[in-house]
C-alpha cells in the first residue's frame, strides 16, 4: 500500500504519526541531503490550445447584473445573495465560465449526517451559516443562465479583485489547474456540472471554497478552508442526486500501459509512456494524468500525430491534461504516447542508495482513482551499470548494454498501481513451496550519504567546544543494514505462508521485500515492498538514536504489516479514502496474527491490542482522542487545524479531486 507513517493518518495511528514525523525531522536535519534543481525541458505544443489560453488569462467581460433575494442553490449549499451585483467573465468559446459577486449575501450548508459532527467540531454551531461581501465563481454548469434570468441588467464596472484573487489561489496555494478542469467541460460535447465558489468568509475563516465536480470519483462536493492558520477540508460527501451519482466519475480508465524508464546516475529519470484508455462517458476530449510535477512533459502523440497538453510551471499548478483531436464516445479505446523527464521523482542518496520520492505518479497515471482500478504494465528500465532494480510484476529479462543495466517486468495480473526500487543491493532468497512462492529481502551493501552525518553528529565531532557540549561519542557502530537482511527474508517467509492458510492465495507468486533511506514509514505495492532503513539497524542502534521510545511495538511487526497489504488493499483494493481503514485494520489484524506464531509469548499480542486501544483514547497536545474526532470512515480528515494537524502547499489540499493515499 501507500505509506503507511507518513502524513494524513487514519484515527487509529494519530499518535504515532507524530513520534515518527519528529525521528524523521531530526534524522534529516542531521543528515546533510543536497536539493536536486530540475532541469527545464521545451514544450512543443505545450499550453497552445487557444481556448485554454483565453481560460487562463480570462478577465471580466462587460455583463453584469443586480440580484435582490436570490437564492442560488447547489447541491447542499445555497447561496442567499441579498443585494449587490454579479459581474461575469468574457465568454471562452462563447461559454461565459465565471462571475464575482460584491454585496451582502449568505452561505449555508446542509450537509448528510455523516458530515454533521466535523462539521460541528470546526464551527462549534449546529448550523453552518457564513456571511461575505466578496465571491469569486467558476462554473460549467447553468449558473450563468440562472444569475442572468434571477437579475436585472446592471452597468458599471466589477472590482477584478475577487476574480485574481482566485486565480493566485488555484495557481499558487492549492496547486490546481482549474483552467485545465474547465477546458475538459468547455471542449466537451455533453453539459457540464463544475461549480466553484471562492468566498471570503466573515466568520469562520477568510479563505473558503465550495467545490462541486462530478468529473471526479467518490465525493464531488467539498468545503475547504486554504488560510495560513486553519486549512483543511470540512466536510466532503457525494452529490445528493441519485440520477447525477450515476453520472459522475472519472472521465476513462486505463488498461494498459506500456512504460519505458531511464534513471541515470544523478538520479534524472527520462521515460515514454504509451497509455491505453477507455472513455467512461461520451463526449470526452481533454483527459487529465496524474504526474510529478518536476517531471517535464516533452511531447505527446497519437497516430503518429503530435497532441496538445497542458503543463504549467512545475512549483505551481503543474497538472498534466492532453487535448484530443475529437471527443471520444463511452466505451472507445484510444492510445497515447509521452515523453518526459525531469529529476527530484528519484533521489540519488549516496553510496549506491536511491530513493524513489514519486511512488504513484512517476509515470503518467489515471488522475482522482484510489487502489480500486485495476490495469495491466509492461516495463523496461535503464538504470545505472552495478545497480539492482526490483519493481512490480514479474522479470522477464536482465541484459546490459554497457554503461546501463537493463530489465524487463511483465505484471502477473491486473495492478492497482506500479513501482519499483533499486540500489547497490545485496540479496537474499528463500523459495516457498507451499504456497509456491519466491520472497526475496534486498538490503543496501553500504548506508545512504546521511547515515555518516548521523554518525558525525552523534560521536560529537561536530559540536562547540564552549563548555554547553560534551562532545561525548555515541557508538553506533557500523550501521551496516544487510546484517538483517535474512532476518526480513524470514518475517515476509513467515508471513507468505501464514497469510495464504488464513486467507487464501494472493494475486501474485512473488515478493520483494526492499530497504528504503527513509525512517518513518513503511510501504507496498503489488510484489514490492518498501521496509524503512531503521528497521534494519540492530536494537543497540535504534536505542542510541532514540528510536526505540513509545514505538509499541512498531519494529516487530512492520514487514509483516506490509506484507499483508498484498491481500488487503491489492488483492482487494478500495475505491476512497472512506473504505481504507479497512485495509489497514485488516493488515494490523493479520499481523497480530504474525505475532502469535512468530512470538511464543502470548502477552506480546495482548500487548499489541492494548496498545491499539491506547491510540483511540489516549489525547494529543490539543486535549482530543482519536475515537472523539469522528468516524475512522473519515481517514486522514480526523487530522486538521483543529485536532493537532494540518499541511499546506500541495500535501493536503491541493485538488478537490484528490483522495488520502497514505496509510497507517
Not at 449 to 465: C, E, F, I, N, R
Amino acid at each position: 500500500m501507500a505509506p503507511s507513517r507518513l502524513a494524513r493518518p487514519v484515527a487509529v495511528r494519530v499518535a504515532r504519526h507524530f513520534v515518527y514525523a519528529i525521528i524523521q525531522f531530526l534524522l534529516m536535519t542531521l543528515a546533510d541531503l543536497a536539493g536536486i534543481v530540475p532541469s527545464a525541458t521545451a514544450q512543443s505544443l505545450g499550453n497552445s490550445d487557444p481556448t485554454y489560453q483565453a481560460l487562463r488569462n480570462l478577465t471580466l467581460g462587460q455583463e453584469s447584473v443586480s440580484v435582490n433575494n436570490v437564492d442560488l442553490k447547489r447541491d447542499a449549499a445555497t447561496f442567499h445573495l441579498r443585494s449587490g451585483t454579479v459581474c461575469f467573465v468574457a465568454p471562452a468559446a462563447g461559454k461565459v465560465t465565471g462571475a464575482v459577486f460584491t454585496g451582502e449575501g449568505t452561505l449555508v450548508l446542509s450537509v448528510p449526517p455523516t458530515e454533521r459532527s466535523m462539521l460541528k467540531l470546526l464551527t462549534k454551531e449546529d448550523e453552518f451559516s457564513e456571511t461575505f461581501s466578496q465571491m469569486a465563481l467558476r462554473f460549467t454548469d447553468s449558473t450563468y443562465d440562472d444569475l442572468k434570468k434571477a437579475g436585472t441588467a446592471a452597468s458599471g464596472n466589477c472590482d477584478a479583485g475577487p476574480l485574481k484573487e482566485s486565480q493566485r489561489t488555484t495557481r499558487h496555494d492549492l496547486k490546481n489547474n482549474l483552467e485545465a478542469r474547465i477546458l475538459q467541460d468547455v471542449l466537451n460535447s455533453e453539459p457540464g456540472g463544475l461549480f466553484m465558489a471562492f468566498i471570503r468568509g466573515r466568520r469562520y475563516n477568510d479563505k473558503e471554497l465550495l467545490a462541486i465536480d462530478p468529473n471526479i470519483g467518490g465525493e464531488q462536493v467539498q468545503f475547504i478552508t486554504y488560510s495560513e492558520s486553519k486549512s483543511g477540508i470540512w466536510a466532503s460527501f457525494p452529490l445528493s442526486d441519485a440520477r447525477s451519482r450515476d453520472q459522475a466519475g472519472t472521465r476513462v480508465s486505463i488498461d494498459h500501459q506500456q512504460l519505458d524508464t531511464k534513471i541515470e546516475s544523478n538520479a534524472e529519470l527520462t521515460g515514454r509512456a504509451t497509455t491505453t484508455f477507455v472513455s467512461r462517458f461520451n463526449g470526452t476530449r481533454v483527459v487529465p494524468f496524474d504526474l510529478f510535477p518536476t517531471l517535464r512533459v516533452q511531447s505527446v502523440t497519437a497516430d503518429g500525430a503530435s497532441l496538445p497538453f497542458i503543463q504549467e510551471d512545475k512549483n505551481e499548478d503543474a497538472d498534466f491534461a492532453v487535448i484530443l483531436p475529437k471527443a471520444l464516445a463511452a466505451g472507445q479505446l484510444y492510445t497515447l504516447t509521452t515523453t518526459y523527464g525531469g529529476k527530484d521523482a528519484v533521489k540519488n542518496e549516496g553510496n549506491g542508495n536511491y530513493y524513489p520520492v514519486s511512488r504513484m505518479n512517476w509515470f503518467p497515471n489515471n488522475s482522482g482513482v484510489e487502489f480500486g482500478e485495476f490495469s495491466s504494465y509492461d516495463m523496461t528500465f535503464h538504470i545505472p551499470k552495478g545497480m539492482k532494480m526490483v519493481a512490480t510484476g514479474e522479470l522477464v529479462s536482465e541484459s546490459n548494454d554497457g554503461g546501463h543495466n537493463i530489465t524487463v517486468w511483465k505484471s502477473e495480473a491486473p495492478q492497482t498501481v506500479a513501482g519499483f526500487n533499486f540500489g547497490k543491493f545485496k540479496l537474499q532468497e528463500a523459495k516457498l513451496a507451499n504456497p509456491q512462492y519466491l520472497v526475496q529481502s534486498f538490503a543496501n551493501q553500504d548506508p545512504p550519504s546521511w547515515v555518516q552525518s548521523l554518525k558525525q553528529a552523534a560521536s560529537g565531532d561536530d559540536l562547540p567546544t564552549d563548555g554547553l557540549h560534551t562532545g561525548a561519542a555515541v557508538a553506533l557502530g557500523t550501521m551496516n543494514t544487510t546484517l538483517l537482511n535474512k532476518k526480513a527474508l524470514a518475517e515476509g517467509e513467515l508471513a507468505i505462508q501464514l497469510y495464504t492458510e488464513y486467507f487464501g492465495p494472493p494475486l501474485f507468486k512473488h515478493l520483494q521485500i526492499t530497504q528504503q533511506s527513509a525512517c518513518n514509514f513503511g510501504q507496498a505495492w503489488p510484489g514490492l515492498v518498501w521496509i524503512p532503513i531503521c528497521y534494519y539497524f540492530d536494537t543497540t542502534v535504534r536505542h542510541q538514536l532514540g528510536l526505540d521510545l513509545a514505538d509499541r511495538g512498531y519494529w516487530t511487526v512492520v514487514t509483516p504489516h506490509e506484507v499483508a497489504h498484498q491481500w488487503w488493499g491489492h488483492t482487494v483494493g478500495f475505491s476512497s479514502y472512506r473504505d481504507q481503514w479497512m485495509s489497514e485494520g485488516f493488515s494490523d489484524m493479520s499481523a497480530s496474527l504474525y505475532l502469535t506464531v512468530a512470538d511464543k509469548n502470548p502477552q506480546r499480542y495482548v500487548d499489541f491490542w492494548n496498545d491499539e486501544r491506547s491510540l483511540l483514547i489516549d489525547r494529543n497536545a490539543q486535549g482530543f482522542r482519536a475515537i472523539d474526532a469522528g468516524p475512522v470512515t473519515m481517514g486522514y480528515r480526523l487530522s486538521n487545524s483543529r485536532t493537532g494537524s494540518t499541511s499546506r502547499g500541495g500535501s493536503s489540499i491541493p485538488k478537490v479531486h484528490t483522495y488520502c493515499t497514505c496509510y497507517a
